[in-house]
């Protein structure tokens, strides 16, 4: 008789549905686990001192926006599915081209010895949430994808079923820029199946953990307003008491992340929510904060998340003692930290809060004119919503090193599905109905131009956040701004006057002039291919209209 036992081939999630069949694959591995496997199987990962796991993306170290492609459906020769945004951010694809990246995808991580997969949810709200399955090759990737989405009960994975939506990974390896429509090596491919809630995003040639995330946020973008709610990219807090809600809207290092992060209020999110019938929902179940310059004085609650579970990428450590120098941008100054809700003592659980009461658009104006603080009416928040004002700042993005204007519509240009116009009007009935109160806040320059001038003080920033949630601003004192006609909020207890009109705070107050004029004409400019599709009140409200 034959005694020998046979080395237990561990058991092996099925793949095979996707034309995988050759690596082992491990499904929803617990932190520590994928920890072991990063440290074991030459992921490059480190542990620092915090217990955090750090991780490198290789060449990206930030997202990609111009490489996300987008199949244009079975009316492809009319022009695809009426009302998407076809053009620079969704490039269009014929099903060929897709299904040429996907297969060279599946191809690839059929080379892999071992495969993870992360089954988890997409947003807190059970009538809207998607199942989304995560399958790639980095444990970093999968201990990312199990951080930022929500994760499911031991129940939840017994029952999951089939995923709504997929994302193959396969990022180390390279797209053919000679296939038919390609142009580049990088492609976030997102196939929406003809439209019946389900898809599939491939990811060639960026390791950008990211793009996971902004991948899914995209595809919310598609099917949230099929279903009248607005997807937004925008930070959330609750109000401990009434559990009202409250919106940062902001591109990429506007502050969406570091405002929200406030220790008067519950945090409900940092970066992708919601605004249905019944209030608001985070998409995600983890933050991702920028971790340049973090510092346990000015950003405590981040600096104390990125512990065991998170996962920290392209940063620094010390080889003696692991602890992360966050000053270092020697690899990039997109360093990430990835945490868990859990993570953060005051997270509302599930992330879930009403109807907002106050909405905040943060633009970081690089030309240092706008200023600090303003309430918009009705129309200037159509205004300022489509038009996405703001600067640039070094990092997200591959290839800005430094701050540049630039006009993102929704504050989230490169993520939206539709044309702006559809999530302008969803927001516009949604403030109505609710009577949330709009505002501007400059968290960028003061006294100058980036380069002159200097960033607004964060703990101006937050006295100004600070009053709008008290509801102290809704009788202070306004000044009506020449330029721009915003009414402008001169006094706030605890913020300096001097900070809050912005024409004092120059060297030079016709050098401020001759800047706020020129700003305003380039939302003039941008504005034009918006103008069709407004009424007159709204064209009237654009800056130097
Ligand atoms: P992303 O969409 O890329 O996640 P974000 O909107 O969440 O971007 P943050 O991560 O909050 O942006 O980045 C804001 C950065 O700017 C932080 O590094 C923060 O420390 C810095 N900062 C400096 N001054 C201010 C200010 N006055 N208000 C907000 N942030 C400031
Ligand atoms: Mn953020």
């Not at 099925?14 to 686990?33: F, K, Q, T, W």
């Not at 060279?104 to 998607?130: C, I, K, M, Q, S």
């Not at 009434?242 to 220790?263: C, I, N, Q, R, W």
């Amino acid at each position: 008789m034959n005694t020998r036992t046979e080395p237990q081939r561990p058991a092996s999630f099925d793949l095979s549905a996707y034309g995988i069949e050759g690596p082992i694959v491990e499904r929803n591995l617990s932190p520590a686990a994928l920890y072991e496997r990063a440290l074991i199987h030459g992921d490059g990962a480190r542990i620092a001192d915090s217990g955090a796991l750090i991780a490198y993306s290789g060449d990206k170290t930030g997202r990609s926006p111009k490489d996300k492609r987008v199949v244009r459906g079975e009316s492809a020769q009319e022009g695809g599915e009426p009302g998407i945004w076809w053009g620079p951010v969704n490039i269009p694809i014929s099903q060929r081209t897709f299904d040429i990246n996907r297969s060279r995808a599946v191809d690839y991580l059929n080379t892999r010895a071992r495969l993870y997969v992360v089954d988890a949810f997409a947003g807190w709200d059970p009538n809207h949430r998607l199942k989304v399955r995560v399958i790639c090759e980095r444990p970093y990737h999968a201990l990312f994808m199990w951080t930022m989405l929500i994760r499911p009960t031991v129940e939840e994975v017994r029952g999951f079923g089939e995923p709504d939506w997929v994302i193959m990974n396969a990022g180390r390896f390279p797209a053919n820029p000679l296939t038919a429509g390609m142009t580049s090596t990088t492609s976030v491919d997102l196939d929406f199946h003809g439209g019946d809630g389900t898809g599939e995003v491939v990811i060639l040639g960026t390791e950008y953990a990211g793009e996971m995330k902004k991948g899914i946020f995209t595809v919310m973008n598609k099917l949230m307003p099929e279903r009248g709610h607005l997807s937004m990219h925008c930070s959330a807090t609750a109000d401990p008491r009434t559990g009202a809600s409250s919106l940062l809207f902001g591109l990429s290092g506007t502050g969406k992340t570091t405002l929200s992060a406030d220790p008067e209020r519950r945090l409900v999110g940092d970066d992708e929510h919601v605004w249905t019938g019944e209030g608001i929902f985070n998409i995600e179940g983890g933050c991702y904060a920028k971790a340049i310059h973090l510092s346990k004085e000015n950003e405590p609650q981040i600096f104390e998340a990125l512990k065991f579970g998170a996962v920290l990428e392209n940063v620094r450590l010390d080889e003696a003692d692991h602890h992360v120098d966050f000053d270092d941008t020697s690899i990039t100054q997109n360093t990430r930290g990835a945490y868990p809700l859990e993570h953060v003592p005051n997270a509302e659980l599930p992330a879930v809060a009403g109807h907002p009461t106050d909405v905040i658009f943060l633009t970081a104006d690089a030309f240092g004119v706008l200023p600090p603080v303003s309430r918009l009416t009705p129309e200037q928040a159509m205004v300022h919503f489509i038009s996405g004002y703001t600067a640039k700042v070094a990092g997200t993005e591959q290839g800005v090193d430094k701050p540049e204007a630039t006009f993102s519509p929704c504050f989230g240009g490169p993520f939206l599905v539709w044309h702006p116009a559809r999530y302008a009007e969803l927001l516009a009935e949604k403030i109505r109905e609710h009577d949330a109160k709009v505002w501007l806040v400059n968290t960028g320059w003061t006294g100058g131009a980036c380069g002159e001038g200097e960033r607004i003080a964060l703990k101006h920033t937050r006295g100004i956040i600070d009053a709008i949630h008290r509801g102290l601003l809704g009788e202070a004192a306004t000044e009506e701004d020449p330029v721009f006609g915003l009414h402008v909020v001169t006094e706030i207890p605890g913020v300096p006057s001097e900070v809050l009109s912005p024409r004092g705070t120059w060297k030079d107050p016709s050098a401020y002039d001759a800047a706020a004029s020129e700003l305003a004409g380039r939302f003039r400019e941008n504005f034009k291919k918006y103008e069709d599709g407004v009424d007159d009140a709204v064209k009237a409200a654009v800056p130097g209209g």
